[in-house]
């Protein structure tokens, strides 16, 4: 895949703006030998190359990672798939805007191997930190690289694809924000945390379906890996830009279903291009009940929070939804109350939440913040894009 | 030219390895290939199972695994590790499950719902 422009060495001597209509642009330097002189040379090369957006996603499997990813591509627009002409089982995502990648790929032990050690794919042993760092830097530097391929089917190492840089690249998994060099690639991360009950109820959900699967099985399974998740994937909320909780709710007394919820967006303040969601004024604390008598609700209705707070020793803003839509002016009546959403034309979000109305969450908080979440990054693309655009690039020869 | 690293297929200009002259003289030596090697192609033919019912019969495996693994010794490594491979394959399960939901309804529905603007999904209401 390379096109290759050779310009002749007089159009580099003087600063040259070097476009291409290409997306992804690499230029390459081609300097003949010349004899030494005694004065020093200042060369400075600047790619006005695309910069790269890096956005990670943490969650432990089967908490709606794919739903979130679903949500967010679509809010740039178009669906995203699977590599065409690749291997089938690629878990990677790629769409116009943004590639998604799973970080199961970068397991340094396959399923036999972690059996032999005896370590859960959430340990940090199983995962090959070093290769993620080097391929997540050199993707947002623009440069393409060999991704390995986990199969989660047969639990393999399968044969590396070729990922190119995109505008958005997603880092998903159980450790994004474990290695500190990652992290600090990262623009903008997000932690999905599920409370206990939550998870037994979802887990009980995807799998009761299955043959062999017996509720002693699944809540077996959670409880074995919980030590490694506390360990390891727990703590990396700490480090996150917004953390989406989902608890059960408190509307209705001894709920045990876990059908309704009740989902808190703590987002962290100070954060560059960031600017929180807020209800009402910025940094008061308000409750709101929407249902009354320009909305009816039905049982058991939706209730609002808006407070400031610390977590972790930071200073954030949580919004919090209790409860669930059941129609559509429910939605947008919210919608028209919540301030500093980032939508570019008013009831964006109920339109983003009814075009994926057969996701799960989309009657609830879940789906509600995810798609806020969203719109929230976009906003922080563009605001980066903007940046990167008034610094002009320069080739100066020297 | 260019090569597919992943597949390890090479997408230049194909080349044509049987000439059409060729093709005509294989199926006369052809016509009866199960008769050279009956046994291999029947064998072969068996062991195509659908890739659902794979996963789902994996992590049946997995968890008669799992529990015969954590039977001697709940708190070892090979106990959570097993468990820890329940889960993956019962995520790879749910996956290809919303998979062949997904894939198996109507193509165009499908892209209209996802681009409802363009020509093909237009809709005349009046």
């Not at chain 1, 679903?70 to 690629?90: H, I, M, Q, Y």
């Not at chain 1, 303040?269 to 600017?275: A, D, H, L, R, T």
Request: charged share 25%.
């Amino acid at each position: 895949m390379a096109v290759s422009t050779i310009y002749s060495t007089q159009a580099l001597n003087s600063t040259h703006f070097l476009t291409s209509s290409s997306s992804s642009k690499q230029v390459f330097f081609y300097r003949r030998h010349q004899p030494q002189t005694n004065r020093s040379f200042n060369t400075t090369i600047t790619c006005a190359a695309q910069q790269t957006v890096v956005i990670g996603l943490a969650a432990d499997s089967g908490c709606g990672k794919s739903t979130f990813m679903r949500r967010l591509t679509s809010v740039f627009g178009g669906a995203a798939e699977p590599p065409k002409g690749g291997n089938p089982d690629s878990n990677t995502l790629i769409s116009d805007m943004t590639t998604v990648i799973c970080l199961d790929d970068y397991h340094s032990l396959d399923r036999t191997g972690r059996k032999e050690k005896g370590v859960t794919a959430l340990d940090p042993r199983a995962n090959d930190f070093d290769l993620m760092y080097e391929q997540v830097k050199a993707l947002k530097s623009g440069i393409a690289v060999e991704k390995p391929i986990y199969n989660h089917v047969t639990g393999l190492l399968d044969a590396p694809e070729l990922i190119q840089p995109p505008k958005i690249l997603v880092i998903e998994g159980l450790h994004p924000m474990f290695d500190e060099r990652v992290r600090d690639l990262l623009d903008f991360s997000i932690y999905l945390d599920i409370s206990n009950e939550v998870k037994f109820a979802w887990k009980i959900q995807r799998d009761m379906a299955e043959r062999g699967h017996s509720l002693e099985s699944i809540k077996a399974s959670i409880e074995a890996r919980k030590p490694d998740f506390d360990a390891f994937i727990d703590p990396q909320k700490q480090y996150a830009d917004a953390v989406i909780e989902v608890l059960p709710t408190q509307l209705i007394p001894d709920d045990n279903e876990g059908k309704v919820l009740r989902v808190r967006l703590i987002m962290k303040e100070g954060v560059q291009y960031f600017s929180p969601v807020y209800l009402f004024d910025e940094g008061s604390t308000i409750s709101w009940i929407p249902c009354g008598r320009k909305l009816t609700c039905s049982y058991p209705g939706i209730k609002f929070n808006y407070s400031p707070d610390s977590y972790f020793d930071h200073e954030v803003s949580v919004v919090e939804m209790d409860g669930q839509f059941d129609r559509l002016d429910e939605l947008i009546y919210v919608e028209s109350h919540l301030s500093n959403l980032s939508t570019k034309f008013y009831g964006e979000v109920t339109q983003q939440m009814l075009k994926h109305a057969d996701f799960p969450g989309s009657n609830n908080g879940t789906g509600l913040f995810q798609t806020i979440v969203g719109l929230k990054i976009r906003d922080l693309y563009e605001q980066l894009i903007a940046n990167k655009a008034t610094a002009p690039a320069e080739t100066a020869k020297a | 030219m260019t090569t597919v690293a992943a597949t390890g297929l090479n997408v230049a200009t194909p080349r044509a390895f049987v000439r059409p002259a060729a093709r005509l003289s294989a199926p006369v030596r052809l016509n009866y290939p199960w008769k050279f090697s009956s046994m291999k192609r029947m064998v072969k033919l068996s062991v195509k199972a659908t890739p659902e019912g794979e996963i789902s019969e994996k992590v049946e495996k997995s968890i008669q695994e799992a529990k015969e693994t954590c039977a001697d010794d709940p708190v070892s490594g090979e106990c959570v590790a097993a468990w820890d491979e329940v889960e993956e394959l019962s995520a790879a399960a749910s996956h290809a499950r919303d998979k062949k939901k997904a894939g198996g309804s109507d193509p165009l529905e499908e892209y209209c719902s996802d681009n409802p603007e363009t020509d093909e999904c237009r809709t005349y209401d009046n």
